[in-house]
T-cell receptor
Framework: SQTIHQWPATLVQPVGSPLSLECTVE??????LYWYRQAAGRGLQLLFY??????ISSEVPQNLSASRPQDRQFILSSKKLLLSDSGFYLC???????????FGDGTRLSIL | RKEVEQDPGPFNVPEGATVAFNCTYS??????FFWYRQDCRKEPKLLMS???SGNEDGRFTAQLNRASQYISLLIRDSKLSDSATYLC???????????FGKGTSLLVTP
């Protein structure tokens, strides 16, 4: 069966520090991969998605970036975090773009 | 018009009640529809897909009305454990991603 791993579960970072969140999927090949952010009490905001290795589509211009160095690995990064980057970050995968997405446990990021 | 719109609620219902949520979507060409459940401070989880003919999974029934572009979720015999936020989800035009509604909050009380 397929599983998705996302870490860390919680992260507290100072403003201006770098960020790297990693997500890996097991049990499937060539999945679509997604990064979302959910601010407190708000809906899901799609940040990036990828349909293949090295292919990244950005939804919202901001100081975050994503990379897909391997088929089942998706990384979210920032060189300098802003206070507004606080939120609940979720990685998800799907077989195809119009199929259900399956989410990791999420990372709760607090910026101080 | 937003791609997916839901009444945010909250819906407060007693245990055993029947509650229904509606969701409207803007893209008439959409083909894939889902309901997700999100518990407080947790990741969204797929509750059920929504098929054209309507489908049922235990106490949960999903309906699709293409003509009016809305999807509904009916929960019968509500349990305390049904308290959560329910997200309506529709595929995008591009086919690469899904549009998530902001969710409808349900609180089932004893």
């Amino acid at each position: 069966s397929q599983t998705i791993h996302q870490w860390p579960a919680t992260l507290v970072q100072p403003v201006g520090s770098p960020l790297s969140l990693e997500c890996t999927v097991e049990g499937t090949s060539n999945p679509n991969l997604y990064w979302y952010r959910q601010a407190a009490g708000r809906g899901l905001q799609l940040l990036f998605y990828s349909v293949g290795i090295g292919q990244i589509s950005s939804e919202v211009p901001q100081n975050l970036s994503a990379s897909r160095p391997q088929d089942r690995q998706f990384i979210l990064s920032s060189k300098k975090l802003l206070l507004s980057d606080s939120g609940f970050y979720l990685c998800a995968w799907s077989v195809l773009g119009d199929q259900p997405q399956h989410f990791g446990d999420g990372t709760r990021l607090s910026i101080l | 018009r937003k791609e997916v719109e839901q009444d945010p609620g909250p819906f407060n219902v007693p245990e055993g009640a029947t509650v229904a949520f509606n969701c409207t979507y803007s893209n008439s060409a959409s083909q894939s529809f889902f309901w997700y459940r999100q518990d407080c401070r947790k990741e969204p989880k797929l509750l059920m897909s929504v098929y054209s003919s309507g489908n049922e999974d235990g106490r949960f029934t999903a309906q699709l009305n293409r003509a009016s572009q809305y999807i509904s979720l009916l929960i019968r015999d509500s349990k305390l454990s049904d308290s959560a936020t329910y997200l309506c989800v529709v595929n995008r035009d591009s086919g690469y991603a899904l549009n998530f509604g902001k969710g409808t909050s349900l609180l089932v009380t004893p």
